[in-house]
């Protein structure tokens, strides 16, 4: 598969623009029933101002268990065709505790194995953020290195700023 430049730098084009929009997704994870759609609406207007971006769906149905659908799925025109990315987010509530935030996020992974064969091939991005200092200490202590990069247990995490500014917005994220 040719390399799509979404899948290729989801990670770090989201995390700029979290720490661009800071304030607001603090806002936003402050109020009670999550804000995981707001970050769909979000993330797809920005994705959608790229030249390269053909089309993107919210909530669109591309596994084969009905019921399931991809918080994101783009379809990109660069390098000589057409080029699928799903993007599944998961955002920390105040309600959950750390550990199944975590197991959340790799529930999310477990599901790239049902997608239907008409959305295929898909590259994914599996991308969570969490906002207090307990979720950015878990996940600094879950980073793997060596044997275990590209597993399902392995997310990659990013403190969108640094410890000595005070602030606990962290991202996770993982692609295939």
């Known amino acids: 598969?040719?390399?799509n430049p979404i899948?290729?730098?989801s990670a770090m084009y989201i995390y700029l623009w979290a720490q661009d929009n800071h304030v607001r997704i603090r806002r936003a994870f402050a109020m009670k029933g999550g804000w995981e759609h707001w970050l769909q609406v979000e993330l797809g207007i920005k994705l959608a101002?790229?030249?390269?971006i053909k089309n993107i769906e919210r909530e669109k149905h591309v596994?084969?268990?009905s019921g399931q659908a991809a918080d994101l799925f783009i379809t990109t025109t660069l390098?000589?065709?057409?080029h699928q990315t799903m993007i599944e987010l998961k955002s920390k509530t105040g309600t959950n505790n750390i550990p199944t935030f975590a197991n959340r996020l790799r529930?999310?992974?477990d599901g790239i194995e049902d997608i239907a064969d008409g959305h295929k091939p898909c590259q994914v991005a599996c991308i969570g953020f969490s906002n207090t200092p307990e979720?950015?200490?878990y996940a600094s202590a879950q980073q793997t290195h060596g044997q275990n990069a590209g597993s399902k247990d392995h997310f990659q995490v990013l403190s969108l700023f640094p410890a000595d500014q005070n602030d606990d917005l962290t991202m996770?994220?993982?692609?295939?």
């Open 79 to 82: 390098n000589e065709g057409l």
């Open 1 to 3: 598969m040719a390399s």
């Open 49 to 52: 101002n790229e030249p390269f």
């Open 63 to 65: 596994y084969n268990t």
């Open 7 to 9: 899948l290729a730098n």
């Open 135 to 137: 979720a950015r200490a």
């Open 172 to 176: 996770w994220y993982w692609t295939a």
């Open 107 to 109: 529930k999310e992974l």
